[in-house]
């Protein structure tokens, strides 16, 4: 079984950081891309920053230049540095991994995510 586990989440001021890091137990083939998702109350969850198997990044554009996104460990472990917070990036946060177990599709694996609150 695949568990996604997400932590580093909590109440920051604007204009502080926070990392976020995620752990993969069970194993997954094929890992194609990692990313982190965040979802603020009454809105749609959305892609934050998604790093590819060939180390490529897609941010979005709310996050861009305040945000990055790493993994080690041979895919293990995702992290999301987020620096100067706003308050607009309060939301859970998601960790997310594109893979497959053996003898199955290939599919998208989540995390329960993790509470960012960033305060005025």
């Known amino acids: 079984q695949v568990q996604l586990v997400e932590s580093g989440g909590g109440l920051v001021q604007a204009g502080g950081s926070l990392r976020l890091s995620c752990a993969r137990s069970?194993?997954?083939?094929?890992?194609?891309?990692m990313g982190w998702y965040r979802q603020a109350p009454g809105k749609q969850r959305e892609l934050v920053a998604r790093?590819?198997?060939?180390?490529?990044?897609t941010y979005a554009d709310s996050v861009k230049g305040r945000f990055t996104i790493s993994s080690v460990n041979a895919k293990n472990t995702v992290y999301l540095q987020m620096n100067s917070l706003k308050p607009e990036d309060t939301a859970v946060y998601y960790c997310?991994?594109?893979?497959?177990?053996?003898?199955?599709?290939?599919?998208?694996?989540w995390g329960k995510g993790t509470l960012v609150t960033v305060s005025s």
């Open positions: 997310n991994m594109f893979g497959k177990r053996l003898l199955s599709e290939a599919r998208d694996y």
């Open positions: 069970g194993s997954l083939f094929a890992i194609t891309a």
């Open positions: 790093i590819a198997s060939g180390g490529s990044t």
